[in-house]
């Protein structure tokens, strides 16, 4: 079973819309979470982390995270094509900051 | 310019020999990754080094093997490639901690024939 599941697989919104993520993981081990971006051809990207209850805010970027539940969220307002990419929900427990990823939802933002 | 550098870009090959893949990172980073992404976007861990030393050995087959010169440094080394192994190939590295970003590089993508 994957210890780190993403829904939905791919999300299409208009340009200026709100997308949404979302991701669960089944370990209680996992203490930090991070959500990536991969554009094509590229490596994935750090976009926001999230270690704590709650909302944390970052530009058009919204995560949540509700450790009780192993929820973790994210927001994007006012989407641009720009950010038609791969997203992924990645968790680690260790010091050595081993991250277990999501499969991935793919944003297509259309003009 | 501070990042993550993966060569070569692409690689073709034929079933049976052996590649290798190199990455170095200018960050400062003391612990490096591999990563395996297939054909579904799926990524997954192959190994972690910290220091040269091996920390994290996924279950991968023995054909595999990773090498630290430096902390700067690792490649990986695959003996007697299978057609399985066509994938992108990611190098990625941190600072140690549990609660610091990963930097990756572009990728080398292996097509085995």
């Known amino acids: 079973q994957q210890k780190v599941q993403q829904s939905p697989e791919s999300l299409s919104v208009p340009e200026g819309g709100m997308a949404s993520f979302n991701c669960t993981s089944s370990d209680r081990n996992f203490q930090y979470f991070w959500w990536y971006r991969q554009h094509s051809g590229e490596g994935p990207k750090a976009l926001m982390?999230?270690?704590?209850?709650g909302d944390k805010k970052e530009g058009r970027f919204t995560a949540h995270l509700n450790k009780a539940s192993l929820h973790v969220s994210l927001h994007i307002r006012d989407s641009q094509p720009s950010d038609s990419a791969l997203y992924f929900c990645?968790?680690?427990?260790?010091?050595?900051?081993?991250?277990?990823f999501g499969k991935g939802t793919v944003l297509l933002v259309s003009p | 310019e501070t990042a993550v550098f993966q060569t070569p870009n692409y690689h073709v090959t034929q079933v049976g020999n052996e590649v290798s893949f190199n990455c170095k990172q200018t960050l400062g980073h003391d612990t490096m990754y591999w990563y395996k992404q297939d054909s579904k976007k799926l990524l997954k861990i192959m190994f972690s080094y910290n220091n040269k030393q091996l920390i994290v050995n996924e279950t991968v087959p023995r054909r595999f093997s990773p090498q630290s010169s430096d902390k700067a440094h690792l490649n990986l080394r695959i003996k007697s490639v299978e057609p399985e192994d066509s994938a992108v190939y990611l190098c990625?590295?941190?600072?140690?901690?549990?609660?610091?970003?990963?930097?990756f590089g572009p990728g080398t993508r292996l097509t085995v024939l």
């Open positions: 990625a590295s941190t600072r140690t901690g549990g609660a610091e970003e990963q930097y």
């Open positions: 982390s999230i270690f704590s209850d």
């Open positions: 990645a968790a680690s427990d260790s010091g050595y900051n081993k991250l277990t």
